[in-house]
């Protein structure tokens, strides 16, 4: 997702300047019209219409748009990533999570997400001159500090309530995702308790149960509260 | 039109933690209840230990009567206030004690007592100029039978530190005297919680178990604590915390007495030419119904107290039932429990499974347990060191400025520390003051249309010089222990919404200076009685909610002894 192995995926920043038309039209399927008008000028990427999205695709898309799920996927990825300490958010279904709770629970920031995907991209082509999704994964981090301490600013980039207040918006959500009960979507193959060592719901814990988990003893039971 | 209901002895408003204990002593006595309730029956079945659901989602299939009545919040009069956050109460029979941490207090002597032992051992001059605090109009040991009832009412389980003036080490040397033991011996310590103890002894403190409406063994047919991990902000599901809708409720309706009606959404109390009320106006959806009684017990939570007193207007009370004197909403305060203190510890201390009336206390620095003779404020607080840990907040934790709260160097840190940390709960002796006042909102409504509560409320510099001092004790207490980290929270200044909310119709002497009498009964109308911590004057230094339902069994026991003087 982060690297740079598709280099034919059209920037934001070249959608907006009319220059990728074909892709634009394989990602918008409302603009198929223009695509005939324009093929003249621009062979359509068949790779890109093959294979549209760069995000796991399954139950997604009932709230977030597919440019605003490039976006928050990349996002998510670095706020808990894949490293040396085990899968992330978006190996545990994050992503999923998120978009299907915006149209439901989490309606209320529907509006905030919007803005602060927008805003994060716009920022990442304002000091790096690419798409969030499409940096390196140094430069997405670096980007996210600066949104982390509310140096990428507010209005500018339409941040709505300050840049940091969105980083802390997601960063919840995706904790809630990560580490909440599976049945909700997230925490897939139980990535968030394994990673701080929760050791799983119970329905009761004896004495020995207790003295077991203080002794390194008790084995995790890698179940949903609702199984 | 409001369909009228048939005519009872006794209506109560709100069936939580205090209007379900009141309406047990009325029911075994013979009287017709009817129990008010804006929430519907839930069940174990409702229970599960689900973090999302419980502590995140704010247990999304309940009655938000509450939540659409947030009281807005502000400084002082200068200001606008606004509403921020969400209700910390909910709407269910049992109410609010039914997801509770169940820490069942009794108040300690002193706390009945404030002014006059100031004066006595440090002089009148010690008591802040612009408190309004009074001593209660009675005192702790004409309390103690009330809440040694509502203990086995209950099933309370803790341990003793003073049966009738014999002081046993293992308990709390501070505590007033107890005519008998707890009905139960006290929720586990985890080896954690050992440490921390003995800890606290290397000190020369008196550490002891707190006490919990807990049951910690089979008793009146509830099974004991399991442990599971989600008892805070859950509801048991193994019925083994004392929630009124387990415990006196059930026990109101066996007698034929009781009638809960749920989902019935108070709106007015209504009064006759002579000033008495006549009984409860209430709505179930779109349908208006009156609920005629000789005896009104209104026993929401301190915010709606007061907001139902406000609402009810009427040529007797121009500005509100009982309000002649304008005390309705004065002497407010919320406890001051924030300025924590957070600890990292270099080994897991295996919360996991823990709930946060299981725990450490101290009790050195409450009260008037130390000599202030050479401290600037009266007062001090307990400290509470507990077992409750779930995922997502032990994912979200203090990182103590050892890594950033996300990315690689973030997940590395939550790995080893997920189960490290922990938090003291600093409960503090808060007073009221004269400019600390509950009021209707001008603006603000609630979905029927009524205006919300507004707090107008700050802690003043007593509170904020206990909670420097405590922290100080606290941190001590978390480096004796070997803690790694030790992170103080910053001291707030604005009393917000709060699950330790007081006052505002006060129990007093001098109908000048309160609202109800000295057993709960309304000054001004005779037979309407308040229910709830927005009759207590002080706040001590520790949880509130025994310390109303001993009141709440009281004011139900004394109507039924002289109901024909009430009832009129």
Known sequence: MTDKESPKRITRRELLKGAGAAGAAAILPSSIGRLTE????????????????????????????????????????????SDEYGPGAREAGALGYIDRELGGVLARYREAYRAGLFALDGYAEAVRG???????????DALLFDVQTGDAGGAEFGFLDGSAAFLNMVRDH?????FGDPVYGGNRDFIGWDLIRYPGPRRAVTREDQAALESGELEPLRRSAYE | MARIRQETDVVIVGMGAAGGVAALPLAEAGLRVVGLEAG?????????????????????????????????VRGNESETAVQVGSHPMMNAVGGTSIHYWA????????????????????????????????????????????????????????????????????????????????????????????????????????????????NTQAYDGRSGCVYHGHCNKGGCHVDAKGATYVTTIPKALETGNLTVVPRAHATRIEVDGEGRVTGVTYVIGRDEYFQPARVVLLAGYTYENVRMLLLSTSGAYPEGLSNNSGQVGRHYFSHYTGGSVSALFPSDVNAWYGLPAQGVAVDEWADDNFDHSDLGFIGGGNMWIYSDRRPI???????????????????????????????????KTTLPYENNILDLDPVVRDPLGSPVIRITASYRRNELDIARFLQEKTEQWFRQAGAVEVARAGLGGTMGVSTHAYGGTRMGHDPETSVVDRWGFSHEAGNLGLLGASVMGTSGARNPTLTVQALSWRTAQHLTENWDSIAG
């Open chain 2, 103 to 214: 820490q069942s207090w009794r108040l300690n002597p002193w706390d009945f007592r404030v002014v006059s032992e100031t004066a006595r051992r440090y002089g009148a001059s010690r008591v802040p100029s612009d408190s309004t605090v009074e001593d209660w109009p009675l005192d702790y040991e004409e309390l103690e039978r009330f809440y040694d009832v509502v203990e086995r009412q209950l099933g309370v389980s803790g341990q003793a530190g003073n049966v009738r003036g014999e002081i046993d080490p293992r308990g709390n040397p501070f505590e007033g005297p107890r005519s008998r033991e707890y009905p139960m011996p006290p929720l586990r310590w985890t080896a954690f919680l050992e440490n921390m103890a003995g800890s606290a002894r290397q000190l020369g403190w008196h550490p002891f178990p707190g006490p919990a409406a807990i």
């Open chain 1, 174 to 178: 995706t904790w809630e995702a990560t």
């Open chain 1, 130 to 140: 690419a798409r969030f999704s499409e940096l390196p994964s140094a430069d997405q």
């Open chain 2, 40 to 72: 519907t029956w839930l069940d174990r079945r409702d229970f599960v230990p689900d973090e999302i659901r419980n502590n995140v989602r704010d247990w999304p299939f309940l009655v938000k009567k509450a939540e659409g009545e947030r009281p807005t």
């Open chain 2, 393 to 427: 907040g032990a994912a979200s934790m203090s990182t103590f400025g050892r890594a950033p709260r996300w990315g690689t160097a973030w997940k590395g840190f939550v790995r080893e520390n997920a189960d490290r940390w922990v938090s003291a709960y600093l409960q």
């Open chain 1, 38 to 81: 324009l093929e003249g000028e621009v062979l359509p990427d068949t790779s890109v219409i093959v294979k549209p999205l760069a995000v796991p695709s399954v139950g997604l898309q009932q709230s977030l748009t597919v440019e605003e799920l490039e976006i928050l996927d990349a996002m998510i990825g670095r706020l808990i990533p």
